[in-house]
């Protein structure tokens, strides 16, 4: 138990030194997530192309699974997944806009199934702090219910925005353990 005391002290005094990283990274992502929440177009385009860039990587790593997996009776699986993930990708980054419309209509679709799952078990179970969870339900039925109701429109800003706030938000935490390593405060005692 002291060996593992110790070794956490040893870690916390290691990172409390790399304090000024922290704060670089935090900083950037709070610039970066400004900057998606100012060009929300443009970050919406972007986001879907990291998508579709995503999908291609894991469609070629499914493709050498499939290539390395021979015999293993998955190869046709491996290959199918392979190829439609790759696929995807391609469709993405050829069409952002499509794939920005395709990607909010299915969020907005999953944030009211989700939400209206999550408020119908929340006041099933009663289990403590079930308020809340019946409240984030009815906030995601909301969201999607919104977002779909402006779409196609929202599909232009939507992801953009949300990889933005996403930053900021980030950005915000890493600046502040970058302040608590700073003045000596040990992280695991922030609140």
Same mark, same amino acid.
Do not use: C
């Given at each position: 138990?002291?060996?593992?005391?110790?070794?956490?002290?040893?870690? %916390?005094?290691?990172?409390?030194?790399?304090?000024?990283?922290?704060?670089?990274? +935090?900083?950037?992502?709070?610039?970066?997530?400004?900057?998606?929440?100012?060009?929300?177009? $443009?970050?919406?385009?972007?986001?879907?192309?990291? !998508?579709?860039?995503?999908?291609? %990587?894991?469609?070629?790593?499914?493709?050498?699974?499939?290539?390395?997996?021979?015999?293993? +009776?998955? %190869? @046709?699986?491996?290959?199918?997944?392979?190829?439609?993930?790759?696929?995807?990708?391609?469709?993405? $980054?050829?069409?952002? $806009?499509?794939?920005?419309?395709? %990607?909010?209509?299915?969020?907005?679709?999953?944030?009211?199934?989700?939400?209206?799952?999550?408020?119908?078990?929340?006041?099933?179970? #009663?289990?403590?702090?079930?308020?809340?969870?019946?409240?984030?339900?009815?906030?995601?039925?909301?969201?999607?219910?919104? !977002?779909?109701? #402006?779409?196609?429109?929202?599909?232009?800003?939507?992801?953009?925005?949300?990889?933005? @706030?996403?930053?900021?938000?980030?950005?915000?935490?890493?600046?502040?353990?970058? !302040?608590?390593?700073?003045?000596? #405060?040990?992280?695991?005692?922030?609140?």
């Amino acid at each position: 138990m002291t060996s593992i005391i110790s070794q956490f002290n040893e870690t %916390v005094d290691t990172i409390r030194k790399e304090w000024g990283w922290f704060l670089a990274l +935090g900083l950037g992502l709070i610039a970066l997530g400004v900057f998606a929440i100012v060009y929300e177009q $443009i970050a919406t385009l972007a986001s879907v192309s990291a !998508l579709g860039i995503m999908l291609v %990587v894991a469609g070629a790593l499914q493709l050498a699974a499939a290539f390395r997996a021979r015999g293993a +009776g998955h %190869v @046709v699986l491996y290959l199918l997944f392979g190829l439609l993930e790759a696929l995807a990708g391609f469709v993405l $980054i050829g069409h952002p $806009i499509g794939g920005a419309l395709v %990607v909010t209509l299915t969020l907005a679709i999953y944030l009211i199934f989700t939400g209206t799952f999550r408020f119908i078990y929340a006041l099933w179970s #009663q289990l403590p702090g079930y308020g809340w969870a019946a409240f984030a339900g009815v906030l995601s039925i909301v969201l999607g219910v919104l !977002l779909w109701m #402006q779409w196609p429109t929202s599909a232009v800003w939507f992801l953009g925005f949300a990889v933005g @706030v996403n930053f900021v938000f980030a950005g915000t935490s890493f600046t502040a353990l970058a !302040l608590r390593l700073h003045t000596g #405060q040990s992280p695991a005692l922030a609140h």
